[in-house]
């Protein structure tokens, strides 16, 4: 557990640094700059598309509920807003106070506490909530609420774009993001590098296994609470196996699936720190690196103790 924490302690100062934080910005920016401009030329075909899925939600009532599902986000960001602010101003006093065995669960339960407190917030002023975001839709340029999902669903698939896309670039610059980090670090260890391009077709076959299964679950994003846990579940599977072969390719001389199992406690909680990043506009293009960094930490160290 303290191999864990301190990767992922280690990982967000790394994507704070210099050396790391040009690669995420340029790449960011590029990459969003690139999908706005395939979204404002193609908008009317990405509306057509998303239209015919909303019309392929097979329950009525549900396909209605997009401002339950607008409020299911609102409820996760303030979560994470909350979490972010807690730490921002009293971080260093906990830090001081709680032991770093106790650093993680600790983070958990107020992750937990967060999310119980809006969750409280939302349950009693939910049909408050329904009727703004209600009201939202429909006074918005749209025909039905439908349309306005229809539109929102269009937002989604690009920003969903962004983010393979990101992954994709995280992991083919992985080496270059990692190279300052082991001469600081890791100065006195044999260097590993003849295993880095293969890991893209772990990305490659994720993406779109990915893709695939968003477009069947696509029903439950309009249940919610539902839909977090979902859309989580769908960012973590096609995550995990990108980050974790890339520190595996840049740690061991031969990578093969049986050394995930050796390193799994640690996979599976850096991958939802990483797909946390996602939910929030702009952050999201930190996730991959982030994820990429904090797991080659954690591998490293690991496989150093051993």
């Keep these: 557990m303290n191999t864990i924490f301190n990767a992922i302690v280690l990982g967000f100062k790394e994507i704070v640094n210099w050396h790391t934080m040009k690669y995420i910005l340029l790449s960011g920016t590029i990459v969003t700059l690139v999908w706005l401009g395939i979204g404002v030329a193609m908008w009317d075909g990405i509306i057509a598309l998303s239209s015919k899925i909303v019309e392929m939600v097979p329950f009525s009532m549900v396909r209605s509920n997009g401002a339950w599902m607008l409020s299911t986000f609102l409820w996760f960001q303030l979560t994470l807003v909350t979490f972010a602010l807690i730490f921002a101003f009293f971080g260093n006093l906990i830090l001081r106070k709680i032991s770093k065995e106790r650093y993680t669960i600790f983070s958990l339960m107020i992750l937990f506490g967060s999310g119980l407190f809006w969750g409280i917030v939302w349950l009693f002023k939910r049909d408050y909530i329904y009727q703004q975001f209600l009201k939202l839709l429909t006074w918005l340029p749209f025909e039905t609420v439908e349309k306005g999902i229809a539109f929102l669903i269009g937002f989604y698939l690009i920003y969903n774009a ?145």
């Design 162 to 306: 962004i983010v393979i896309t990101m992954l994709f670039v995280a992991s083919m610059v992985s080496e270059a993001v990692v190279e300052d980090i082991e001469i600081r670090e890791f100065s006195e260890d044999d260097v590993v590098r003849d295993n880095t391009f293969k890991t893209v077709k772990y990305t490659l076959r994720d993406a779109l296994i990915f893709i695939g299964v968003s477009l069947v679950a696509f029903p439950l994003l309009f249940i919610p609470i539902l839909n977090i846990f979902v859309q989580v579940a769908l960012w973590v599977w096609m995550t995990k196996d990108t980050i974790t072969y890339d520190a595996l390719a840049l740690t061991h001389e031969k990578v093969d699936a049986s050394l995930k199992k050796t390193f799994a406690p640690g996979i599976w909680t850096i991958t939802l720190m990483s797909v946390l990043f996602y939910f929030i506009p702009v952050l999201n293009i930190f996730g991959p690196f982030f994820g990429t960094i904090a797991m080659f930490f954690y591998i490293r160290n690991s496989t150093n103790a051993a």
